[in-house]
C-alpha cells in the first residue's frame, strides 16, 4: 500500500485529497494544515488523521503532497528530503530561485522521486499530441483568468504564465537567448497582466499574454513549425493540427492549393481528445514513477528551469517600471 501525506488542504488540496481517494492501492495517512477551523472541516467530512506537527506526519508516509501556500514550499519539502520522502509539490517550485537551487540540490543528495505540479502537461488537449514530431518556430500563447484574490500571492507569472513556460520549455529544448517583457499591476501589488517574447537559440520565438483581471478565459497555444500548424485549446479540450502534404489518412480532412511551387494537399486533423482528469493523472504518475523507479514526467529541474525563466521575465518587467 502507497501512503501519502498531503501538506496543504485548502481550495486545491481539497481536490488533491479528493483524487487520491479514487487511485487504487493508496491510502492517505494524515494532513497537515494550520489553518484550525479548515482542518476541522476537513477531518470531518473525509474522516483523515489531522496532524499538528509536520514531522510526525512526515514519519507516518512513503511520499508527500505538498499544496501548501508558495512561501511554504521550500519549507515542507526540505522537511521531507531530508526524512528521505519522495515529494509532489504544486507550481511554482519554490518562492525564490534561492530556495529552488537549494530544492534541486537536496533532491539530488536525497535521491528520492520529485515532481512538480504543471499540471498542463497532463491536460488531455496536450497528450493527444503524443506521438506527433512537434518542432515549433514560433508559438502564440493566450491564458486569460477572471480575477480571483486566491491567486494574488505570486505575480501572474508565477500563477498562470508559468503553466506555459514550462509547456514551451518541454517542446523547444534550447536555451533562451533573450527575453522582452512588460507588465502592469492592476488589482494586485504584483503583475496582473503581461505580455512576454522570449528567443531561443535555436531561432524559436514564444510570444506569451497572460492575464488574471480578464472578463473571459482563454487557454489557448498555437505552434508553428515547417509545413504545420497546431493549435491547442487548454481550456476547451480542443486540439487542431494542419499539415502540407500529409499522408492519407480517413479521420483528416485533405483538399489542393495551388502554390508556386505547384499543387499541395493541405490536411485538417482533429485527434482524439480524451475526456480525462489531469490531476489524477499527474499524482498517477508520481505514484507509478516511485513504484516503477522511473524518472517523474516533471523533474524538479522542470520546475526549475520553468521558475528560471519566469523569473527572468519578472526582472525585466520591473527593470522597465
Known sequence: MFRI???????????????????????????????????????????????????????????????????????????A???????????????????????VKLAKESNVKFQVGHVERFNPAF????GNILQPMFIEVHRLAQFNPRGTDVSVILDLMIHDIDIILSLVKSNVSHI??????????????????????NGCVANLTSSRISMKKMRKMRLFQKDAYISIDFLNKKTEIIRLDAPGDKNVFTFDIDTNNGKKTIAIAHPDVQDSNAIKMELEAFKNSIINNQVTPVTVFDGFSAMEVAHQILNKINSNQ
Open 5 to 79: 501525506a498531503v501538506f496543504g488542504v485548502g481550495h486545491l488540496g481539497k481536490f488533491h485529497l479528493n483524487n487520491w481517494k479514487e487511485i487504487e492501492d493508496v491510502k492517505i495517512v494524515g494532513f497537515y494544515d494550520p489553518d484550525e477551523n479548515n482542518a476541522k472541516q476537513v477531518n470531518e467530512k473525509y474522516g483523515i488523521p489531522h496532524f499538528n506537527n509536520p514531522e510526525e506526519l512526515l514519519d507516518e508516509c512513503d511520499a508527500v503532497d505538498i499544496v501548501a501556500p508558495t512561501i511554504k514550499h521550500f519549507e515542507l519539502c526540505s522537511l
Open 180 to 201: 522582452s517583457a512588460n507588465g502592469v499591476a492592476v488589482m494586485s501589488n504584483t503583475p496582473d497582466i503581461a505580455n512576454v517574447r522570449i528567443e531561443f537559440d
Open 127 to 130: 497528450m493527444a499530441l503524443n
Open 81 to 103: 528530503l531530508r526524512k528521505g520522502k519522495h515529494v509532489f509539490v504544486e507550481k511554482p517550485l519554490a518562492n525564490t530561485m534561492d530556495e529552488a537551487r537549494a530544492l
